[in-house]
């Protein structure tokens, strides 16, 4: 096993900056999860990691090798691609095997191997088929078998399960989870779906244009995000945004005014102008509760006499939309909460939960 360090990495394709300057340090066994929109960089820096793509300057270091020159075999890593590719012509057998016997691996230490990774990825019964007679997930497992058999010093994923339907993903994200549970190994996973960057990771890196937005623990960079991309980027239903004003004494918000003392998420020190500042405001859907079911406190702030514009019932949860200023709020409520389009209703949020951003550059105040 092994670490990683990226030192500034920088990735031009002529003209064009893609990763613009990252720095990052992967712990032997850390599980990190590369997040973020199309374009951001995020498979380019692992093909950088896996040596598939040179970087412009800057140093990759594995264990204690700075690896910036030396060819992506003889870096010791495996690699799971979004197509699979996996070789048409070979059994899923030959797929799996091919690399231990291209480094002349003692045939019995493959075959121990061999029945080790079928047996944990249930491939028993399609080691002797063709890819062209898998389905879309057996492909996967094969993928996963041909890295996990090497039992390289790191695994890289890109985007594994992007082409499997959603029951589908949701089964392989918790086999990919239980595979580095067992193995322990150092593996960075790229994907733009939060839910798996959520699920799967240690550590959550969020790029965004080239640059890395926020790193940090799944719960970190859902509790406290840095700015607004990162807080509707990583959360699903997104962060509500809303635009507010905030004063010395307290935040108003389309009206309500909740008390500063109790805004215990907000640093902002600086005078602010009698006039007050303005500023957006962050609340999570989730961090929504019917007052019917939840006491109010000193803690808590009540938005009281909303008018609900629109339901969407989501089995155990339903979502409820309603109007704060000019911005739609959406909150999700569990299945205690009776309401009908048109009624009215009040909701608490704790004061700690709000998040306050200025309101040019968006970071967190």
Same mark, same amino acid.
């Given at each position: 096993?092994?670490?990683?360090?990226?030192?500034?990495?920088?990735?031009?394709?002529?003209?064009?900056?893609?990763?613009?300057?990252?720095?990052?340090?992967?712990?032997?066994?850390?599980?990190?999860?590369?997040?973020?929109?199309?374009?951001?960089?995020?498979?380019?820096?692992?093909?950088?990691?896996?040596?598939?793509?040179?970087?412009?300057?800057?140093? *990759? *270091?594995?264990?204690?090798?700075?690896?910036?020159?030396?060819?992506?075999?003889?870096?010791?890593?495996?690699?799971?691609?979004?197509?699979?590719?996996?070789?048409?012509?070979?059994?899923?057998?030959?797929?799996?095997?091919?690399?231990?016997?291209?480094?002349?691996?003692?045939?019995?230490?493959?075959?121990?191997?061999?029945?080790?990774?079928?047996?944990?990825?249930?491939?028993?019964?399609?080691?002797?088929?063709?890819?062209?007679?898998?389905?879309?997930?057996?492909?996967?497992?094969?993928?996963?078998?041909?890295?996990?058999?090497?039992?390289?010093?790191?695994?890289?994923?890109?985007?594994?399960?992007?082409?499997?339907?959603?029951?589908?993903?949701?089964?392989?994200?918790?086999?990919?989870?239980?595979?580095?549970?067992?193995?322990?190994?150092?593996?960075?996973?790229?994907?733009?779906?939060?839910?798996?960057?959520?699920?799967?990771?240690?550590?959550?890196?969020?790029?965004?244009?080239?640059?890395?937005?926020?790193?940090?623990?799944?719960?970190? *960079?859902?509790?406290?995000? &840095?700015?607004?991309? &990162?807080?509707?980027?990583?959360?699903?239903?997104?962060?509500?945004?809303?635009?507010?004003?905030?004063?010395?004494?307290?935040?108003?918000?389309?009206?309500?005014?909740?008390?500063?003392?109790?805004?215990?998420?907000?640093?902002?020190?600086?005078?602010?102008?009698?006039?007050?500042?303005? &500023?957006?405001?962050?609340?999570?859907?989730?961090?929504?509760?019917?007052?019917?079911?939840?006491?109010?406190?000193?803690?808590?702030?009540?938005?009281?006499?909303?008018?609900?514009?629109?339901?969407?019932?989501?089995?155990?949860?339903?979502?409820?939309?309603?109007?704060?200023?000019?911005?739609?709020?959406?909150?999700?409520?569990?299945?205690?909460?009776?309401?009908?389009?048109?009624?009215?209703?009040?909701?608490?949020?704790?004061?700690?939960?709000?998040?306050?951003?200025?309101?040019?550059?968006?970071?967190?105040?």
């Amino acid at each position: 096993m092994a670490s990683i360090k990226l030192k500034n990495i920088i990735k031009n394709y002529d003209q064009t900056k893609v990763v613009k300057g990252i720095d990052l340090e992967i712990n032997d066994g850390e599980f990190v999860v590369l997040v973020g929109p199309s374009g951001c960089g995020k498979s380019t820096t692992l093909r950088m990691i896996a040596g598939l793509e040179q970087a412009t300057s800057g140093d *990759i *270091i594995i264990g204690d090798r700075v690896v910036n020159d030396i060819e992506p075999q003889h870096r010791n890593i495996a690699m799971v691609f979004q197509n699979y590719a996996l070789y048409p012509h070979k059994s899923v057998r030959e797929n799996i095997v091919f690399a231990l016997r291209r480094l002349k691996v003692d045939e019995k230490e493959v075959q121990r191997r061999l029945a080790e990774v079928s047996e944990m990825l249930q491939l028993d019964e399609l080691l002797d088929r063709k890819p062209a007679d898998l389905s879309g997930g057996q492909r996967q497992r094969v993928a996963m078998g041909r890295a996990i058999i090497r039992e390289a010093d790191v695994f890289l994923f890109d985007e594994p399960l992007s082409n499997l339907d959603a029951k589908l993903r949701a089964h392989m994200r918790t086999e990919i989870g239980k595979i580095h549970n067992k193995f322990g190994r150092t593996s960075v996973y790229v994907t733009h779906d939060q839910v798996e960057a959520m699920t799967l990771a240690d550590k959550v890196v969020v790029l965004h244009d080239g640059y890395i937005a926020q790193a940090g623990t799944p719960m970190e *960079i859902y509790l406290n995000p &840095v700015n607004i991309f &990162v807080a509707q980027f990583i959360g699903s239903p997104s962060m509500n945004i809303v635009k507010g004003t905030l004063f010395n004494h307290y935040l108003e918000i389309a009206g309500y005014r909740l008390p500063r003392e109790n805004l215990s998420s907000v640093t902002y020190q600086e005078n602010i102008p009698e006039h007050g500042l303005d &500023v957006k405001v962050g609340i999570r859907p989730d961090f929504f509760n019917d007052k019917n079911f939840f006491a109010e406190t000193d803690a808590t702030f009540n938005f009281s006499d909303l008018s609900i514009d629109l339901i969407e019932p989501m089995g155990f949860d339903k979502e409820v939309l309603f109007n704060l200023g000019e911005a739609t709020i959406k909150a999700r409520l569990d299945l205690r909460s009776e309401i009908a389009r048109g009624d009215k209703m009040d909701l608490l949020v704790e004061l700690s939960r709000i998040l306050i951003f200025d309101k040019e550059t968006e970071q967190r105040l």
